[in-house]
């Protein structure tokens, strides 16, 4: 694959019209405003900081790079271990059915572009979107 095609294809990842149903999903935004913690711009913007720093910079991030590298060496233990790792770190049964949601999603996608190693994540019990993320990233 020439190296424009492959980044075409993953800034078409990133794109948020990527059709995975990521649009549907807020990461618990709703009870956040239910709950009163975001009731304006700036607790709106904290609340958002705090997801930033406190999700991503400590779990999403390490653990992508950990999924990125086992891809990367062909390890399929380390690719379950740490996919089980995050989707267990998805404190609530909806954040889990979230995950799950977008990553076999993202399998269905994946697959119908030819990514053969996508086809066993599409019905997968645990799936997280990361890891068909760092695949594709990997192979293309």
Do not use: K
């Not at 948020?16 to 807020?26: R, T, W």
């Not at 956040?32 to 304006?40: I, N, S, T």
């Not at 269905?108 to 990514?115: F, I, S, T, V």
């Amino acid at each position: 694959m020439t190296d424009n095609l492959a980044l075409l294809r993953l800034l078409q990842l990133v794109s948020p019209s990527l059709p995975v149903g990521a649009y549907a999903y807020s990461q618990g935004l709703e009870y956040a405003l239910e709950a009163a913690w975001v009731q304006d711009e700036s607790s709106a913007r904290d609340w958002i900081f705090g997801v930033l720093q406190h999700g991503l910079t400590y779990l999403d991030v390490p653990v992508f790079a950990r999924l990125h590298q086992a891809w990367a060496s062909n390890n399929t233990d380390s690719v379950q271990y740490w996919n089980h790792y995050l989707f267990a770190a998805r404190e609530s049964a909806e954040l889990q059915q979230e995950e799950q949601h977008l990553g076999r999603a993202l399998a269905r996608l994946l697959y119908n572009q030819g990514m053969v190693a996508a086809q066993s994540w599409q019905h997968a019990d645990r799936v997280c979107f990361a890891t068909l993320f760092t695949l594709a990233a990997v192979c293309w």
